[in-house]
C-alpha cells in the first residue's frame, strides 16, 4: 500500500498564475481533505471532498477551489495566485464513516 | 467548533529526560484528540488518538497521552527522550463519530539536546 501520494513534491509559481496540485488517498479511503501549512503554523483545513462533493469547507477564499474523481482521487486549484499562498499543502484521506487520517507527504508551493 | 491550544511553542530538553507537550481543547460536542509528529521537510505522522474507553492511550516511540474530559487536556509524555525525538509535534481535534476535519493546534517545537 502506497498511503496517501501527493505531486508534485515541490513547485514554483508566479504571482497572479494558477496552480493544481494532485492527491491520491490511501487504497480504500473515499474521502479526501486539504490542509496549507505555513510556515511555522500548524495545519489549516481548505476543504473535504467526499462523494465528488465539498462536504466542508474552512475559512479560505474562493481561489481555493477542489474536485474529487470517481477514484476518490482529488486536485486543489488556487488561481491568483498570492505572496501569501506561499505554503506546505497537505492532504490527509480517511474513511467518511470516520477513524484515522493518513497525510500525504505534502506539496511545497512557492509563490515569487 | 472545535479548537485547540498548544501550551508551549517550544520545548527545549536533555536526552533521556522525561518530557511533557501540553494541549488544551474547546468543544461543545464529542470530540477525537490525536497528537501528530512532523519531522523538518516531512508530512504528518500519527503518534496516538484517543476515540472511547481508556483515557490513558499509548502510542508509538514509547509516547502516551492521557484524555483529561474535566480539564479539556490531552497532554503528550515521553518518560525518556532520544535525540531523534526532536521534531514539530501537532496536537489535533475532531468531531466523534464523523469523518469530519481535523483542528490542528499551532504545534510545539522538541528540541532534545545531548
Known amino acids: 500500500d502506497a498511503g496517501v501520494t501527493q505531486s508534485p513534491t515541490h513547485l514554483i509559481k508566479t504571482r497572479g498564475q494558477q496552480v493544481t496540485l494532485r492527491c491520491s488517498p490511501k487504497s480504500g479511503h473515499d474521502t479526501v481533505s486539504w490542509y496549507q501549512q505555513a510556515l511555522g503554523q500548524g495545519p489549516q483545513f481548505i476543504f473535504q471532498?467526499?462523494?465528488?462533493?465539498?462536504?466542508q469547507r474552512g475559512n479560505f477564499p474562493d481561489r481555493f477551489s477542489g474536485h474529487q474523481f470517481p477514484n476518490y482521487s482529488s486536485e486543489l486549484n488556487v488561481n491568483a495566485l498570492l505572496l501569501g499562498d506561499s505554503a506546505l499543502y497537505l492532504c490527509?484521506?480517511?474513511?467518511?464513516?470516520?477513524?484515522?487520517?493518513?497525510f500525504g507527504q505534502g506539496t511545497r508551493l512557492t509563490v515569487v | 467548533a472545535q479548537s485547540v491550544t498548544q501550551l508551549d511553542s517550544q520545548v527545549p530538553v536533555f536526552e533521556e529526560a522525561p518530557v511533557e507537550l501540553r494541549c488544551n481543547y474547546s468543544?461543545?460536542?464529542?470530540?477525537?484528540l490525536f497528537w501528530y509528529v512532523q519531522y523538518p521537510n516531512q508530512g504528518l505522522q500519527l503518534l496516538l488518538k484517543y476515540l472511547s474507553g481508556s483515557t490513558l492511550v499509548k502510542g508509538i516511540n514509547g509516547f502516551e497521552a492521557e484524555f483529561n474530559k474535566s480539564q479539556t487536556s490531552f497532554h503528550l509524555r515521553k518518560p525518556s527522550v532520544h535525540i531523534s525525538d526532536t521534531a514539530e509535534y501537532f496536537c489535533?481535534?475532531?468531531?466523534?463519530?464523523?469523518?469530519?476535519?481535523?483542528?490542528f493546534g499551532k504545534g510545539t517545537s522538541l528540541l532534545v539536546t545531548p
Open positions: 468543544s461543545s460536542v464529542s470530540v477525537y
Open positions: 489535533a481535534v475532531r468531531r466523534a463519530n464523523s469523518g469530519y476535519a481535523l483542528n
Open positions: 490527509a484521506s480517511s474513511l467518511w464513516t470516520g477513524g484515522e487520517a493518513f
Open positions: 471532498y467526499y462523494e465528488e462533493e465539498e462536504r
